[in-house]
C-alpha cells in the first residue's frame, strides 16, 4: 500500500486501499459484495501497514441488483445516491420499456430520484426519433425528467451536466448506451474506456468491470447557473457501473409493486378495493385507465412482468 507523497492516511484525495475486517450485510439479503462504491467507511491500519475497513456508515439508500450467477444472491450497485441517470437508447442497442420501468421501479423503491436520459440522438431514422419523441413524452407525462442528447456530437449535455452539480450521481443503462462517453465528457482527462458495438449482437462489450467514483468539475459558470450558491456545496461525484443486461427487482413486496409506477399508484386511490392487485378485480380503475389509455399499457405490462416475479418467488431466499 502506497500514499501520495505529503499526504496523511485518510487526509482528503489520498487513496488507501483498504481489505474488509469483520462481517457486513444487509439484513435479510445475501450480497456478493460488503462494500460498495459511495460507502462512507472507518478503518484501521495494522502493524504491517494494512488497513481495514472497521465500520459502514449507514447508507441513506443504495441500488442492488440480482446477481447474474448466483440467482440468490444479490450485489450492491452503489450506495448513498442523490440520482440516477438511465442513459437508454431506441437503436444500437435497443432499450425496452421493461428495462426502463423496472429500473425506474427500483429507484423509486429506494427513493433516489431518476432522469431518463436518450442518448444517440444523432444516428435515428425519422421513425426512431419518433420513437424516442413519444417515450419522453410519456416519461414525462408520469413525472420524470427526460433529457434527448447526442454525447457523440456534445448536444444537449449542458443541461444535463447542471443537473449534477453538488450530488452524487449513479449512472446506469444498458451496455453499449454510451455510459463511458458521456462520463469522458463530463470528466475530462480519465479516458474511460469505451466499446466499439459489435455488429453480431449490436451490443455493446463489457469494457467496464466494475463502478467507479469520479469527481466532476465544476466551473463557475455551473455554479451560478445554480442558485443555491453556498460555498460549502458538496462535491459533484458520478459512478460509472458495468453494462447492466437484465436490471433485476429484488425485496418487493406484491402488495406494494403498484406503489413504484407513480401513474398506476394514483390511479389506485379510485379502486374498489384497497387490496386490490390491478390484474382481474371489478372495479379496479387502474385496469379502467388502461383500458382508456391513460395509462400505457408498455407500464402495466412491465407492473405485470414484477408481479409475475414475485410470484415465483424469483428473488426470495429458500429457507
Ligand atoms: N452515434 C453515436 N454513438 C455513440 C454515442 N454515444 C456513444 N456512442 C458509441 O456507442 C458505443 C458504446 O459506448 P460506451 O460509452 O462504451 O457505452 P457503455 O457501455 O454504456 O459505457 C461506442 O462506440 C461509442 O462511441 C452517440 O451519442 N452517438
Ligand atoms: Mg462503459
Ligand atoms: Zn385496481
Same mark, same amino acid.
Given at each position: 500500500?502506497?500514499?501520495?507523497? /505529503?499526504?496523511?492516511?485518510?487526509?482528503?484525495?489520498?487513496?488507501?486501499?483498504?481489505?474488509?475486517?469483520?462481517?457486513?450485510?444487509? @439484513?435479510?439479503?445475501?450480497?456478493? !459484495?460488503?462494500?460498495?462504491?459511495?460507502?462512507?467507511?472507518?478503518?484501521?491500519?495494522?502493524?504491517?501497514?494494512?488497513?481495514?475497513?472497521? &465500520?459502514?456508515?449507514?447508507?441513506?439508500?443504495?441500488?442492488?441488483?440480482?446477481?447474474? !450467477?448466483? %440467482?440468490?444472491? &444479490?450485489?450492491?450497485? &452503489?450506495?448513498?445516491?442523490?440520482?440516477?441517470?438511465?442513459?437508454?437508447?431506441?437503436?444500437?442497442?435497443?432499450?425496452?420499456?421493461?428495462?426502463?420501468?423496472?429500473?425506474?421501479?427500483?429507484?423509486?423503491?429506494?427513493?433516489?430520484?431518476?432522469?431518463?436520459?436518450?442518448?444517440?440522438?444523432?444516428?435515428?431514422?425519422?421513425?426512431?426519433?419518433?420513437?424516442?419523441?413519444?417515450?419522453?413524452?410519456?416519461?414525462? %407525462?408520469?413525472?420524470?425528467?427526460?433529457?434527448?442528447?447526442?454525447? @457523440?456530437?456534445? *448536444?444537449?449535455?449542458?443541461?444535463?451536466? +447542471?443537473?449534477?452539480?453538488?450530488?452524487?450521481?449513479? *449512472?446506469?443503462?444498458?451496455? /453499449?448506451?454510451?455510459?463511458?462517453?458521456?462520463? !469522458?465528457?463530463?470528466?475530462?482527462?480519465?479516458?474511460? @474506456? #469505451?466499446?466499439?458495438? %459489435?455488429?453480431?449482437?449490436?451490443?455493446?462489450?463489457?469494457?467496464?468491470?466494475?463502478? +467507479?467514483?469520479?469527481?466532476?468539475?465544476?466551473?463557475?459558470? *455551473?455554479?451560478?447557473?445554480?442558485?443555491?450558491?453556498?460555498?460549502?456545496?458538496?462535491?459533484?461525484?458520478?459512478?460509472?457501473?458495468?453494462?447492466? @443486461?437484465?436490471?433485476? #427487482?429484488?425485496?418487493?413486496?406484491? +402488495?406494494?409493486?403498484?406503489?413504484?409506477?407513480?401513474?398506476?399508484?394514483?390511479?389506485?386511490?379510485?379502486?374498489?378495493?384497497? !387490496?386490490?392487485?390491478?390484474?382481474?378485480?371489478? /372495479?379496479?380503475?387502474?385496469?379502467?385507465?388502461?383500458?382508456?389509455?391513460?395509462?400505457? *399499457?408498455?407500464?402495466?405490462?412491465?407492473?405485470?412482468?414484477?408481479?409475475?416475479?414475485? %410470484?415465483?418467488?424469483?428473488?426470495?431466499?429458500?429457507?
Amino acid at each position: 500500500m502506497v500514499l501520495p507523497e /505529503g499526504k496523511n492516511l485518510g487526509e482528503e484525495s489520498s487513496l488507501v486501499p483498504c481489505k474488509v475486517k469483520g462481517n457486513f450485510r444487509l @439484513k435479510g439479503i445475501r450480497t456478493t !459484495n460488503p462494500v460498495a462504491v459511495g460507502d462512507r467507511v472507518s478503518f484501521e491500519m495494522n502493524k504491517e501497514g494494512f488497513a481495514f475497513i472497521v &465500520a459502514i456508515e449507514e447508507r441513506r439508500n443504495y441500488i442492488i441488483r440480482k446477481s447474474i !450467477n448466483l %440467482s440468490k444472491q &444479490a450485489h450492491i450497485l &452503489a450506495t448513498n445516491l442523490d440520482l440516477v441517470l438511465l442513459l437508454v437508447t431506441i437503436n444500437h442497442p435497443q432499450t425496452s420499456t421493461t428495462f426502463i420501468d423496472r429500473f425506474l421501479a427500483t429507484a423509486e423503491a429506494y427513493g433516489v430520484p431518476a432522469i431518463i436520459v436518450i442518448n444517440k440522438q444523432d444516428i435515428y431514422s425519422d421513425e426512431e426519433r419518433q420513437t424516442a419523441e413519444d417515450l419522453a413524452y410519456l416519461y414525462k %407525462s408520469i413525472g420524470y425528467k427526460v433529457y434527448q442528447v447526442s454525447v @457523440k456530437q456534445n *448536444l444537449g449535455i449542458d443541461k444535463l451536466r +447542471e443537473e449534477l452539480v453538488g450530488k452524487t450521481t449513479l *449512472l446506469s443503462g444498458n451496455s /453499449g448506451v454510451g455510459k463511458s462517453s458521456l462520463l !469522458n465528457i463530463l470528466v475530462p482527462g480519465i479516458e474511460a @474506456k #469505451t466499446a466499439e458495438i %459489435s455488429d453480431v449482437h449490436d451490443q455493446g462489450m463489457h469494457t467496464t468491470t466494475f463502478s +467507479e467514483m469520479y469527481e466532476m468539475p465544476v466551473t463557475d459558470q *455551473l455554479e451560478l447557473s445554480d442558485t443555491d450558491t453556498t460555498p460549502d456545496r458538496k462535491p459533484t461525484y458520478i459512478i460509472d457501473t458495468p453494462g447492466i @443486461k437484465g436490471f433485476g #427487482t429484488i425485496e418487493f413486496e406484491k +402488495e406494494t409493486v403498484s406503489h413504484y409506477f407513480r401513474e398506476i399508484f394514483r390511479e389506485s386511490d379510485n379502486c374498489r378495493f384497497g !387490496n386490490c392487485t390491478h390484474t382481474h378485480e371489478p /372495479g379496479c380503475a387502474v385496469l379502467k385507465a388502461v383500458e382508456e389509455r391513460r395509462i400505457a *399499457l408498455s407500464r402495466y405490462d412491465s407492473y405485470l412482468s414484477i408481479m409475475q416475479d414475485e %410470484s415465483e418467488g424469483k428473488y426470495r431466499e429458500k429457507g
